[in-house]
């Protein structure tokens, strides 16, 4: 009787330990499922971004080539009003002391 206790304890012991082996194992592969679907959503989020910015710098380039050609033509138009300026002055002198004819 004894002898049948001690095989039942064993086999028992036995048992226990592949269903926590078995148990313990599906956990571990449900666990490496979790770890791959986030590395592909982590791939998926980093791709996102990086078109993102890509789209980003390319705006950012079309602004600033907008901006140097607005500060040129401001440059031109501020070149033309010294020009104008210029002139104006000149006409004003002319009409104020009109050049003498010599007879």
Do not use: W
């Amino acid at each position: 009787m004894s002898f049948r206790l001690i095989v039942g304890i064993i086999v028992a012991c036995i048992a226990t330990g592949l269903l926590v082996f078995f148990v313990q194992r599906g956990f571990g592969a449900d666990g490496l499922k979790r770890i791959r679907d986030l590395e592909a959503r982590e791939m998926h989020l980093y791709e996102q971004l990086s078109q993102k910015d890509a789209q980003r710098e390319s705006q950012r380039r079309i602004y600033i080539e907008r901006i140097r050609k607005g500060e040129t033509q401001l440059s031109e138009r501020a070149q033309e009003i010294i020009t104008l300026r210029a002139r104006l002055a000149v006409n004003s002198m002319t009409l104020r002391f009109p050049p003498t004819s010599a007879d």
